[in-house]
């Protein structure tokens, strides 16, 4: 099975992700928004947290994107994080889009307050159901 269209429908509909860092032997996992865009992955943080500070000190993260249908999702293991050139007044509707909620939050939040990541990977684990399972090379 080619799933490569599985990938790319879970990656345009998950609107969440559990973002895992690790500096010296701590890991650490939270649930950050995402969104897949022009065939990156990007998520938003408020300046000077703690995830920025341990991208910066280890930007090798793995992620698992949350289900939105059933158990579909996507994990990777072996990717990079950097602070993005775009920012959140770039990407507002595209977040927006994945999450009407972000109007709200976006409204509420100055706009220098934000700071927007990229995600980059090259290969990812694909679930679409019990016992479909496959890898897929971008």
Not at 43 to 56: A, D, Q, R, V
Not at 98 to 120: T, Y
Not at 124 to 138: H, P, R, W, Y
Request: proline share 4%; hydrophobic share 45%; charged share 20%.
């Amino acid at each position: 099975m080619d799933f490569k269209p599985v990938f790319l429908d879970i990656m345009d509909k998950a609107r969440y992700i559990a973002l895992a860092t690790s500096v010296g032997d701590a890991p650490n996992v939270r649930i950050v928004n995402c969104a897949w865009h022009d065939d990156c992955l990007y998520f938003s943080t408020f300046k000077g947290t703690t995830k920025l500070s341990e991208i910066g000190q280890n930007a090798n993260v793995a992620f698992i994107t949350l289900p939105t249908e059933g158990i579909q999702f996507v994990r990777v293991s072996k990717a990079t994080a950097k602070t993005s050139v775009k920012t959140m007044d770039d990407l507002k509707d595209v977040f927006i889009t994945k999450d009407p909620q972000m109007v709200h939050i976006l409204a509420s939040v100055p706009a220098g307050a934000w700071e927007v990541c990229e995600v980059h990977f090259t290969e990812a684990d694909v679930t679409k159901d019990f016992g479909e399972m496959g890898q897929i090379s971008l």
